[in-house]
């Protein structure tokens, strides 16, 4: 696991996933480490100021089709609202450009292991890959994530999974036991 105090990049579904905490009682019993983990990466981020987003804010967007951006009432919520107030204030190098080209990045890394990879997850490791310091992506439930993660390491994007076991899992069994 990366140090708590480095910079990371947050996949929409860590905030999404950190808002179930709104109702615990309605999380499943697999789900809660997970739940309660996005929690505390959302919250490290936000106090100590380290995420790294892209300059086109095409993150934010997508946090903002996902999330509330009144800040509530969920942990998640916040961290959109924090995202808000803050983003331009981050530091040049943690606001990312990156270049459209076609569906995909140019700062995406080229490598037959990602020829398959999300088209709408692509803008997290293009601005991965572009950063001077290749911060870590935060990965929550997105299991197709467990798939790639070969593929980023030998390009040199680490991601975090912060439900590694549940994630594991999800993709063994859409991967049918494999």
Not at 95 to 116: C, M, W
Not at 135 to 157: M, N, Q, R, Y
Request: glycine letters at 8%; charged letters at 30%.
């Amino acid at each position: 696991m990366t140090a708590r105090h480095e910079k990371r990049i947050i996949d929409t579904n860590v905030p999404a996933t950190a808002n179930l905490a709104v109702d615990p009682e309605s999380i499943e019993a697999d789900q809660l480490a997970c739940v309660l983990a996005c929690v505390e990466e959302v919250e490290s981020v936000v106090n100590g100021g380290r995420l790294v987003i892209d300059a086109g804010d095409e993150i934010f967007d997508e946090y903002r089709a996902n999330l509330s951006m009144a800040g509530q009432p969920g942990v998640g919520d916040r961290f959109l609202k924090w995202v808000h107030d803050h983003r331009w204030g981050f530091p040049d190098e943690d606001r990312v450009p990156i270049t459209k080209a076609g569906d995909s990045y140019e700062e995406f890394p080229n490598h037959p292991g990602l020829e398959s990879f999300d088209l709408s997850d692509r803008k997290f490791v293009a601005v991965a890959n572009s950063h001077p310091a290749k911060p870590s992506i935060s990965e929550a439930t997105d299991s197709k994530w467990w798939g790639w993660k070969d593929a980023l390491a030998e390009v040199g994007v680490t991601v975090i999974f912060l439900c590694e076991d549940w994630i594991k899992e999800k993709y063994s069994e859409k991967m049918g036991g494999s």
